[in-house]
């Protein structure tokens, strides 16, 4: 047996599934991982049988790879990553690759990529969405770092990305040092924005129209047909239909309270940073932190008197309405987004393609959505649109959308239901 085309270091579930994904699209892999029980039981279950070679020692998995060796680490972002820069490289030889594919911070990214070429090695930072599912079956794949290592792991990485309805791969280069990561960053900020907005939509029509779960999940279905098409808006569709044992819906016992790995917040740093107003990813992000003092809020509601005005006006105007408020902030928050990523552009020297980040969230990722092709044709008709809502066909959303846009905006202050995100798009 020849050696492997590629080896990945770190078997948990998103590891464990690339893994397998590039198995199953005709690659040789090395695996390794510290805790070596992991290996046994990974080459004995789920590897079995497959072109995926266990490995028990960093020695002998360095060894087991074709040059230049390409290594993937799915290790946990921190110090780990630096830790097994540090092992790996005095055991690799020049031109070799070593490829991050965990939530690292960009700065990270970028000091790790110079220190890495320093040593005559090759360096790249990939953001990896689509959770555990896109890594098995297809995720996108945002890869930056050394520009020579693209040609060695485009093969690969471009077979195992999702596809878009054409065929083209939801993977291409992003640019320099933390390009990738940077991509990858603000995808999960918007990921962060596009939930507080569910959230909000929901809120208004439980609250506002008294609406029951049944009621939403029809009307999020009817919303994933058209233009709000999406992965987050086709699974709120499915949770709000999902009954507990007793019958009752289950969203409602679920816990009003959001935690957060990081990214969302280091979005809006990135932005306070660039003097950019990220503004509705950020009230997103505030949104979580306040839902976490659960005990606080629990105790204020006993203090602070709310006031609301019970609503009387057209419930299906209103429901439309909301959609309307719901689509338009999403262009903000995707507006706002690209405007950052072209502030970190000039700031770091990057020369990123607007419109295949656009087609690189297309297909595998959370955040897919049908209108990112759109983003991707306003690209393409202007590289240079200093800002998505200049273009034409947004401008026309926009313009369509905002008197429903401003309603609910005015009828959820008079109803007490606060829409951070919404009113924050607005103001923009």
Known sequence: ????????????????????????????????????????????????????????????????????????????????????????????????????????????TQRRCEYV????????????????????????????????????????????????????????????????????????????????????????????LHLSEDEMHEIFSKWNEGELDSYL?????????????????????????????????????????EGIPLTLIGEAVFARCLSAQKEERVRASKVLPGQEEEFNGDRDAFIAQIRDALYASKIISYAQGYVLMRSAAKTYGWNLAYGDIALMWRGGCIIRSIFLGEIKKAFDKNPDLENLLLDDYFKEIITRTLPGWRKVCAQSVLSGIPIPAMTSALAY
């Not at 878009?164 to 993977?171: A, M, R």
């Not at 007793?246 to 979005?267: E, H």
Request: some cysteine; hydrophobic content about 40%.
């Open 233 to 273: 808006i086709e699974i709120t569709r499915d949770i709000l239909a999902y009954k507990d044992t007793d019958g009752a819906p289950l969203v409602t016992k679920i816990l009003d309270t959001a935690g957060q790995k990081g990214t969302g917040k280091w979005t809006a740093i990135a932005a306070l940073d």
């Open 117 to 208: 070429e320093s040593k005559g090695m090759l360096y790249v930072g990939c953001g990896v969405s689509g959770g555990e599912l896109g890594a098995l079956k297809g995720p996108s794949l945002m890869p930056g770092g050394s520009p020579a290592a693209w040609e060695h792991v485009r093969p690969i990485l471009q077979a195992i990305a999702a596809k878009t309805e054409d065929g083209t791969p939801c993977c291409q280069w992003v640019g320099d040092g933390g390009a990738g990561h940077f991509v990858k960053m603000v995808h999960n900020g918007i990921e962060y924005g596009d939930m507080e907005l569910i959230c909000e939509a929901y809120h208004l029509m439980k609250k506002v």
């Open 1 to 108: 047996m020849g050696r492997s085309d590629i080896g990945v270091i770190g078997l948990a579930v998103m590891g464990e599934n690339l893994v397998m994904n590039m198995a199953n699209h005709g690659f040789t892999v090395s695996v390794f991982n510290r805790t070596v029980e992991k290996v046994k039981n990974f080459a004995q279950g789920r590897a079995k049988g497959h072109t995926i070679v266990p490995t028990y020692s960093l020695e002998e998995f360095v060894a087991s790879l074709e040059k230049p060796r390409r290594i993937m680490m799915m290790v946990k972002a921190g110090k780990p990553v630096d830790d097994n820069i540090e092992k790996l490289l005095p055991l690799l030889e020049e031109g070799d690759i070593i490829i991050d594919g965990g939530n690292s911070h960009f700065p990270d």
